[in-house]
């Protein structure tokens, strides 16, 4: 089930956070049952420099050149696998241009991480918390490590944590539901593991079905790793599955088949 929120604009002046709510009917709470998504927009941040100073704040730091990932935990380089690190309780994962920022609290858990309109952030309350106090808080530990700008408008999606099922493809979107539950999931990488999708930083391995006598978007060839006359393969940033499958040159966006053991 998603319910469509009302729009909260923060305006951040000097030094304090305002957060005026507009209209009775506009909750108050983010409650337990569900996990909130709120679009960002469009940020301009210096990933090297979010590197350290997330690093100095005691993030733990998975960097990925290509396919192979470095993990620093306390500032020192270590062979820890992948989840040991994503588990931390706070982490900085960069993947070329894109980042993705992950505190687990007592009474919440946030997350930073790239969206078709540039960012979005991700709240999971532990219990029934107040919208004001929480973002506040959330936005202010952005803007010190330098991910937030003066002035965001947000609007948010909730996500109930029971809903096994997850919600259906949007209209026109020509996408696998698996895929499409991954980018609106609470945890991309335990969605992944949990549906034995192929990911690897921020991306994750998918069949593109083409349009017969059609070729892909010049914007997808990077992240092309096989191409046939009919399908190809992308090891694709996670934020651009939605726009891959609304592309007039594809027909349909979906898992990478694993071949079964004999």
Do not use: C
Not at 24 to 37: G, I, N
Not at 114 to 138: C, Q, R
Not at 163 to 179: E, F, N, Q, Y
Not at 224 to 235: D, G, N, R, Y
């Amino acid at each position: 089930m998603i319910r469509q929120g009302k729009t909260i604009l923060f305006a951040l002046l000097a030094l304090s956070l305002a957060i005026p709510l507009h209209g009775a009917d506009v909750a108050t709470t983010f409650t337990s049952s569900h996990y909130y998504v709120l679009p960002l927009g469009g940020m301009s941040v210096d990933l090297p420099t979010l590197v350290q100073t997330a690093q100095s704040d005691g993030y733990s730091i998975i960097q990925y050149e290509g396919e192979v990932a470095t993990v620093h935990r306390d500032g020192e380089e270590v062979t820890d696998s992948l989840s040991a690190a994503l588990a931390d309780e706070a982490v900085l994962l960069a993947d070329d241009s894109r980042f993705y920022l992950r505190e687990i609290g007592e009474t919440y858990t946030f997350t930073v991480r790239p969206a078709v309109s540039g960012y979005e952030l991700v709240i999971n309350p532990n219990e029934d918390l107040s919208i004001n106090e929480t973002l506040v808080s959330v936005l202010m530990g952005l803007q010190q490590l330098g991910i937030l700008g003066n002035e965001v408008n947000l609007e948010y999606e909730s996500f109930a944590k029971a809903d096994l099922k997850g919600p259906a493809s949007p209209a026109g979107v020509r996408i696998d539901s698996t895929l499409y539950g991954l980018t609106v999931a609470e945890d991309w990488f335990g969605y992944a593991t949990a549906n034995s999708l192929t990911q690897v930083g921020l991306r994750v391995e998918i069949i593109a079905e083409k349009i017969p006598d059609s070729a892909l978007s010049p914007e997808f060839s990077d992240y092309v790793i096989e191409e046939s006359a009919t399908l190809v393969k992308l090891l694709l940033p996670i934020d651009e599955l939605v726009t891959l499958a609304q592309s007039a040159s594809i027909g349909y966006v979906r898992v990478a088949y694993q071949p079964s053991a004999p």
